[in-house]
């Protein structure tokens, strides 16, 4: 991992600090997140501008913006360790040069989720399917119908951009952007 961060760093620095741009995070108001009278559903409602839908990557020098996706946890299933490195992609490493440093992330005690993580995609809205979201003032929603009573559930959505190549920074894979935190059923997070 390390030597990956340096390797981040190194191209970092060769682009003169000009890194690939993702698109603008969506908006989240306080009231954006609404229970059901019944409890059995919670919608989400953010909002993101035919602007940024439009906006062109100075870097491509085109409109790259390709979808909504909504992300999700809750206080319930609990996990360890190995869970939350796979859900992050990362492994252990064990080491033995200088040294023995073998872990076993299977073992360990199991964990509540918290707003922290680990976050698991519940909906990958393309752009062709967002008018199915849309509420024709520049907000969207979408109904999670799969709640318990009872339960803490953390939400975010983020915008993401279609993989493609520019000048700079030659093939770029498709970047999303950093997260707006919802805390659903609670007062103040």
Same mark, same amino acid.
């Given at each position: 991992?390390?030597?990956?961060?340096?390797?981040?760093?190194?191209?970092?620095?060769?682009?003169?600090?000009?890194?690939?741009?993702?698109?603008?995070?969506?908006?989240?108001?306080?009231? /954006?997140?609404? #229970?059901?009278?019944?409890?059995?559903?919670?919608?989400?409602?953010?909002?993101? @501008? *035919?602007?940024?839908?439009?906006?062109?990557?100075?870097?491509? =020098?085109?409109?790259?913006?390709?979808?909504?996706?909504?992300?999700?946890? +809750? @206080?319930?299933?609990?996990?360890?360790?190995?869970?939350?490195?796979?859900?992050?992609? %990362?492994?252990?490493? #064990?080491?033995d040069? =200088? =040294? +023995?440093?073998? /872990?076993? %992330?299977n073992?360990?005690?199991?964990?509540?989720?918290?707003?922290?993580?680990?976050?698991?995609?519940?909906? *990958?809205?393309?752009?062709?399917?967002?008018?199915?979201?849309?509420?024709?003032? =520049? @907000?969207?929603?979408?109904?999670?119908?799969?709640?318990?009573?009872?339960?803490?559930?953390?939400y975010?959505?983020?915008?993401?951009?279609?993989?493609? @190549?520019?000048?700079?920074?030659?093939?770029?894979?498709?970047?999303e952007?950093?997260?707006?935190?919802?805390?659903?059923?609670?007062?103040?997070?």
């Open positions: 991992n390390t030597q990956q961060v340096a390797a981040n760093a190194r191209k970092a620095y060769d682009w003169d600090w000009n890194l690939p741009k993702p698109p603008a995070a969506p908006s989240i108001a306080s009231d /954006g997140i609404a #229970n059901s009278a019944d409890g059995n559903s919670i919608s989400l409602t953010w909002s993101y @501008t *035919d602007g940024k839908i439009a906006a062109v990557d100075p870097d491509k =020098g085109e409109a790259d913006f390709a979808g909504f996706r909504i992300y999700k946890t +809750s @206080t319930t299933p609990r996990y360890n360790s190995a869970t939350i490195m796979t859900a992050e992609g %990362v492994s252990a490493d #064990n080491l040069d =200088g =040294g +023995s440093m073998v /872990g076993e %992330v073992q360990g005690t199991d964990f509540t989720a918290s707003a922290t993580g680990p976050y698991t995609m519940e909906l *990958d809205i393309p752009l062709a399917s967002i008018g199915d979201y849309s509420n024709g003032d =520049g @907000t969207y929603t979408w109904i999670d119908e799969k709640v318990g009573i009872g339960l803490t559930y953390w975010y959505v983020s915008a993401y951009d279609a993989a493609g @190549t520019d000048p700079v920074h030659g093939n770029v894979p498709s970047l952007s950093y997260y707006t935190m919802c805390y659903s059923m609670q007062d103040a997070p």
